[in-house]
């Protein structure tokens, strides 16, 4: 890269609310060496922020003498090569929000930190009568601490602390004052110990003549020690006093050695074996082949297509042992973290020591380790979750996308909110990089542009075997079971009496059996028989649900928990009755059903970090438990030859909820959570337990026929206009007052539609405003506006969307 020692400006992205690829000119010290892609810290107005140097030049875009110095660089390298600073700035622009917000999934982690606020009192408040009682509170709080940060004044006051503040501010009453801690996040180091050279004679003397028991021991260890011994482990072992007193004799010397917290560490992975192929697996992966050797080739996308279980893993890994034979690296995305042991397994074992980690379950040394080494290309592979495809990878050659369907692919809650098959297919514009996306049930808009030519199909029709014989294994068969019908003949009992049967049989013939309920908890409702009150979250429009574990209702969107009432808050009768069941309440029946047959369990409440996910999965697969319950983790991708039976509890969850997406939805889980049964030698069956049988997308999801489903929704889609056949883009505006919410959400809609017949663009419907679902999260009220169309950023563009407005395009839910 060009050094500054050429030029005087940077164009530096700052970490502040600013349109989408605005940047601003900043005078080069001539002390500091900068390049594109560096983190620095800038001033802005009364600030110092971080900001990333988005190119140099010769001359500002303001005159020179507005423009200020950079004050400093955080990290000595450029964190971002040209390719990502383009990524950044197209994800600006498609996303809509600031160049820096664009660029921070690319930083390593802890590298975006934000400059702290400081409140102190200017001086003593004598008259304190114009103040209202929350000032008066304010200042009460700032004066007994002497100095606090903004953050623990809101937590401690409320979120109206805030505008509060910088009225005060403004009237003389508070200080404030802003700074700019360090990346907390950085690497570590231990000293290592090893005795000096030449000291082998006095040693020997010393050793014959002391009494001093503890220090020769010390040094008789040291003696025999192969590798250099750190410090820490040697004061814990023989005592600080000991180690000093040795070190104060000269005997010992020392040198830092950088610490890798490596996730791998200690880890053993068998080595794999040649892959085998079958006929429709050789054709992609020829494909793929074709498509490395011609990188001027325009079609750089394929979707793989094949029935669960149909071998698309080997697919993945003859691409990625590709990519890697040809001097690339290669980053592969699965959807959840519960899937990445799996998937690191099979990687591993064929690129061992070569596979890096990188998702949020890591802890942040992990992560920050992995992203230097990964960055210093030191890893071939990258394994991980969505983030993962902003792996700063120096050469990449490949990216995988598996169970592309996945809307966890999509960043909903924060800006950028990128969807990383969006950001996979730009990065192959960027770099010639090839994207293999793979699905027994493709998202419907993916198959619609391979049906189009945009991605290259491939489809796996059959059920992969990697025996000698290599016979492919039919898919199970399904069962469909209508609830309404078995309400009557059980007394309403969870389970129907085919899957009673089924299981008894299957747990009898020493094969294993998953449950799957999209649910969590042991009942999803508390009524009361009188008034028919429901009980709520007082943060949430939601009801709460009870968790036997914990004794409490739980809300699943705000975590809050609530104890049982004893009586019915509104009528005070004592008619309270729990409705419904989750996944908790399902094991306990199973358990109660058949106390001699271990259970698991694997939901969000028990699977709370990736070494109990981990844990988990390796009880099941070792066979130490016959019937594993749980939510989606155990639909995707993950690969149990003992299962013989899959019990779908309840198929209506989520079917019904209002969301173009929720049949399509519902349709992938079903479908993937069926292809659990049956991969191994026993003929699998799956029982699909409905109070909708009639539903498409479970006649569907039974018949295991994507192309019918494909059809039937895209029927659906095109006559309401849908996506793929329109985009949408999604405004969503949050308050804590309702009728704030609303008006801000009615001005706006006012306003789009004042631009649109300004503008005559009749090709964009805006539907609109109306309250969200839930309309209450977090304490906040939403309401949305929903811009549909062939090109809804026409529009969108023609408006000044207000601060505190939330833009998502392309969403991947309505919710």
């Known amino acids: 890269m060009t050094g500054s020692n050429y030029m005087k400006f940077a164009e530096v992205a700052v970490d502040a609310p600013t349109q989408p690829t605005r940047t601003f000119s900043y005078r080069i010290p001539d002390e500091l060496d900068i390049s594109a892609g560096q983190l620095v810290r800038v001033p802005f107005g009364a600030r110092t922020l971080q900001g990333i140097v988005f190119s140099l030049a010769e001359h500002s875009q303001v005159p020179e003498e507005e423009t200020k110095n950079i004050a400093a660089i955080v990290f000595e390298e450029p964190l971002l090569d040209e390719v990502r600073l383009q990524l950044a700035r197209w994800i600006s622009n498609y996303y809509i929000c600031s160049l820096f917000e664009a660029a921070t999934p690319m930083l390593p982690p802890g590298g975006r930190v934000r400059a702290r606020i400081h409140l102190s009192l200017a001086k003593p408040i004598t008259d304190r009568n114009s103040l209202t009682p929350l000032q008066n509170r304010i200042i009460d709080y700032v004066a007994k601490r002497g100095s606090v940060t903004q953050d623990a004044l809101v937590r401690a006051v409320g979120d109206s602390a805030a505008a509060l503040v910088a009225s005060l501010v403004r009237r003389d009453i508070l200080i404030r004052e802003y700074a700019l801690p360090d990346p907390a996040i950085k690497h570590r180091y231990r000293t290592l110990i090893t005795l000096a050279p030449d000291t082998a004679s006095d040693i020997d003397e010393w050793l014959a003549e002391t009494r001093a028991r503890k220090q020769a021991a010390f040094v008789e260890h040291m003696r025999e020690a192969v590798e250099p011994l750190d410090i820490t ?113 099979r990687f591993a074992s064929r690129f061992p020591g070569k596979v890096a980690v990188l998702h949020s379950g890591l802890s942040d040394g992990e992560r920050f380790d992995q992203w230097w080494k990964i960055k210093r290309g030191q890893y071939n592979v990258v394994i991980g979750s969505r983030s993962a495809v902003f792996a700063p990878v120096p050469d990449l050659g490949l990216i995988v996308i598996d169970e592309e369907h996945e809307w966890t692919y999509k960043q909903h809650d924060t800006a950028p909110r990128y969807h990383a098959q969006q950001v996979a297919m730009r990065l192959s514009q960027l770099t010639q990089a090839l994207v293999v996306l793979g699905s027994a049930s493709p998202d419907v808009g993916t198959y619609y542009a391979s049906m189009r030519g945009y991605h290259r199909l491939h489809r796996l029709t059959q059920r992969y075997s990697d025996d000698d014989e290599q016979q492919s294994r039919e898919l199970p068969t399904v069962k469909i079971v209508d609830m309404r019908k078995e309400m009557v003949a059980t007394g309403g009992d969870m389970f129907s009496r085919t899957l009673v049967e089924e299981l008894e049989e299957c747990i009898g013939s020493g094969q294993q059996a998953m449950l799957f309920l999209n649910r969590r908890g042991t009942s999803t409702h508390l009524r009361c028989f009188s008034c028919g009150y429901s009980l709520r979250c007082n943060s949430c429009d939601i009801s709460v649900t009870f968790h036997a574990q914990s004794g409490s209702y739980i809300c699943h969107y705000c975590g809050r928990h609530r104890p049982h009432p004893t009586s019915c808050p509104q009528c005070l009768r004592h008619r309270l009755r ?238």
């Open 233 to 345: 482990e040697a004061r814990r072992e023989f005592g600080q006093n000991i180690v000093k007193t040795i070190m104060d004799r000269g005997w010992l010397t020392t040198r830092t050695a950088l610490i890798d917290r490596d996730p791998l560490e200690g880890r053993m992975f068998e080595e794999a074996g040649p892959l085998r192929m079958t006929v429709e697996q050789s054709e992609a992966a020829t494909a793929i082949h074709g498509a490395f050797a011609q990188p001027s080739d325009n079609a750089r996308t394929f979707l793989i297509e094949g029935v669960t279980g149909s071998g698309k893993t080997e697919v993945y890994l003859d691409a990625v042992d590709c990519c890697v034979r040809m001097g690339k690296q290669a980053v592969v995305l699965v959807p959840e973290i519960a899937l990445t042991f799996q998937t690191i397994e």
């Open 578 to 815: 729990r409705y419904g069941f989750g996944t908790e309440a399902v094991a306990e029946a199973v358990q109660r059903g058949y106390p001699d047959v271990n259970v698991l369990r694997w939901d969000r409440d028990v699977a709370t970090s990736p070494k109990a996910h981990e844990d988990i999965l390796t009880r099941f697969r070792t066979g130490e438990a016959q019937v594993l319950v749980g939510t989606q983790m155990i639909a995707k991708g993950l690969h149990f030859p003992s299962v013989s039976l899959v019990g779908v509890v309840s198929a209506d969850v989520g079917i019904s909820i209002p969301d173009y997406r929720a049949g399509e939805r519902a349709f992938q889980l079903l479908l993937q959570v069926s292809g659990r049964a049956g991969r191994g030698s026993s003929k699998g069956k799956v029982i699909i337990q409905t109070f909708q049988p009639e539903n498409y997308a479970v006649q569907a999801a039974a018949a295991q026929d994507y192309q019918a489903f494909y059809l039937r929704e895209m029927a659906y889609r095109r006559q309401r206009g849908n996506p793929p056949y329109s985009r949408l883009i999604r405004l969503l505006f949050a308050h804590t007052n309702l009728a704030r919410c609303e008006a801000e959400a009615i001005k706006l809609a006012s306003k789009i539609r004042q631009m649109q017949a300004e503008w005559d663009i009749t090709d964009t419907e805006i539907l609109g405003p109306m309250p969200a679902f839930p309309t209450r999260l977090r304490g906040r009220f939403r309401w949305h506006i929903i811009l549909r169309g062939a090109n809804p950023r026409a529009l969108l563009d023609k408006v000044a969307v207000p601060k505190g407005w939330g833009v998502d395009i392309d969403p991947v839910a309505l919710t």
